[in-house]
């Protein structure tokens, strides 16, 4: 069966630090990878997704890059994080090539800049 | 502006009750999926409806799709404190390359 796993859980990081968030999925090949942020209690709005190693499509403008230097994981950094930058953090997957296919999210990382 | 806006954003009722959940836009979506989220995790899905028109229930959860596939709305009967959690709704749209768009979210709270 195929598993996400995100880390770290929490954490808390000062302005102008850099940042480093891991995500790897087991169980599947080639798979639609996608980093999402959550405002509390609210919608999530699509940051990255990538259709294969080396491939990184930005859906909004911000401080943020990604990076997919293997199949199945996925990065999300920045140089110099903003306070604005703080929130929950998703990573997601689904098959390439399937239509309609569901979502299967990591448990989030919870960023707090200060 | 929101492709997909949920209402309401926030809703508080007593066990045994009844609520449903809208999900609307102005936008065609190939389909349609909602999901539930607990605090701390990550949104797990509920159900994809993908035709116009489309009823599925999932025992005492009721989903359905527009006619015209631009709206959904999720009904539940009885009410449960399990229940409880974020209700999330997100469209695929044929346009931008099938990834999904969410909806803000519907904080749903059943005492007790």
């Known amino acids: 069966s195929q598993t996400i796993h995100q880390w770290p859980a929490t954490l808390v990081q000062p302005v102008g630090s850099p940042l480093s968030l891991e995500c790897t999925v087991e169980?599947?090949?080639?798979?639609?990878l996608y980093w999402y942020r959550q405002a509390a209690g609210r919608g999530l709005q699509l940051l990255f997704y990538?259709?294969?190693?080396?491939?990184i499509s930005s859906e909004v403008p911000q401080n943020l890059s990604a990076s997919r230097p293997q199949d199945r994981q996925f990065i999300l950094s920045s140089k110099k994080l903003l306070l604005s930058d703080s929130g929950f953090y998703l990573c997601?997957?689904?098959?390439?090539?399937?239509?309609?296919?569901?979502?299967?999210f990591g448990n989030g990382t919870r960023l707090t800049v200060t | 502006t929101q492709l997909l806006k949920q209402s309401p954003q926030f809703l508080s009722i007593q066990e045994g009750e009844n609520l449903t959940v809208y999900c609307n836009s102005s936008?065609?979506?190939?389909?349609l999926q909602w999901y539930r989220q607990e605090p701390g995790e990550g949104p797990v899905l509920l159900v994809t409806?993908?035709?116009?028109?489309e009823v599925k229930k999932l025992k005492r959860l009721t989903f359905q799709f527009g006619d015209a596939r631009k709206d959904s709305s999720l009904h539940i009967t009885a009410a449960q404190p399990g229940d409880t959690g974020l209700y999330l709704c997100?469209?695929?749209?044929?346009?931008?390359?099938?990834?999904?768009?969410f909806g803000g979210g519907t904080r749903v709270l059943v005492k007790p």
């Open positions: 997601a997957w689904d098959p390439s090539g399937l239509d309609n296919s569901p979502l299967h």
């Open positions: 169980g599947t090949s080639n798979p639609n």
């Open positions: 990538s259709v294969g190693i080396g491939q």
């Open positions: 936008s065609v979506f190939s389909s």
């Open positions: 409806v993908v035709t116009g028109g």
């Open positions: 997100a469209g695929a749209r044929f346009t931008a390359g099938n990834k999904l768009t």
